[in-house]
Structure formats: structure tokens, C-alpha cells
């Protein structure tokens, strides 16, 4: 019964920030790595960036020094900073978890339903 819910995702100028959230809820035993991936219209989804459970992170090149992924281990949520966002940001975002969700299980990736996020030139 573990899902990912993601929120934050909205219409902004050129410019703007957001700020994006995923909370994983349900079974969960452990969380490894968490990250977020987007998929704008008419392209493949591709990975925006990545977090381990000890907190490394790494990025796509495009959103280098604009955005920042960090995660709440407490609340079992992954976060995106998105600051000074362009047009080519524009995608619909998703969240996933490598989630082990009981001690008997393996764990696996979990996804999102994503969130849209909009930016206007």
C-alpha cells in the first residue's frame, strides 16, 4: 500500500520558483533513494535529480545550480527547490522512492502521479 503523492506543481513567470514535494505513505520498512524525473510535452521523461538515503545528490546538467533536491527522512518526503525557472522547464514531474516496504519484501521503485509545472516566458 505504499504511494508517492507529490504537490507544488503550478504556473510561474520566467524566473520564478517552486518549490515541489513528494510523501511517500503506506508500508514502509526503509526508503534508499528518492529523486524526481519530468517529461515535457512530446519528449521522453529524463531524470531531473537524484538523492540517496546518506543525503549525495547529483543533478542533470540543465538544472544545475538552479535547483536543489533535499529530503526529510523523518517525514518520509523528497523536496525540489526550482529557482530562477525558464520555459524549457515546463514538464509534468514525478517522484519516485526505492522503497523496501516490510522486512520480507525487496524493495522496488515507487512513482508518483506527477505534478504540472508551467512556466511562461
Known amino acids: 500500500q505504499v504511494q508517492l503523492v507529490e504537490s507544488g506543481g503550478g504556473l510561474v513567470q520566467a524566473g520564478g520558483s517552486l518549490r515541489l514535494s513528494c510523501a511517500a505513505s503506506g508500508s514502509i520498512f526503509r526508503i534508499n533513494n528518492m529523486g524526481w524525473y519530468r517529461q515535457a510535452q512530446g519528449k521522453q521523461r529524463e531524470l531531473v535529480a537524484h538523492i540517496t538515503s546518506g543525503g549525495s545528490t547529483n543533478y542533470a546538467d540543465s538544472v544545475k545550480g538552479r535547483f536543489t533536491i533535499s529530503r526529510d527522512n523523518a517525514k518520509n518526503t523528497v523536496y525540489l527547490q526550482m529557482n530562477s525557472l525558464k520555459p524549457e522547464d515546463t514538464a509534468v514531474y514525478y517522484c519516485?522512492?526505492?522503497?523496501?516496504?516490510?522486512?520480507?519484501?525487496?524493495?522496488?521503485?515507487?512513482w508518483g502521479k506527477g505534478t504540472l509545472v508551467t512556466v511562461s516566458p
Open positions: 519516485y522512492a526505492d522503497i523496501r516496504a516490510t522486512l520480507a519484501m525487496r524493495s522496488m521503485d515507487y
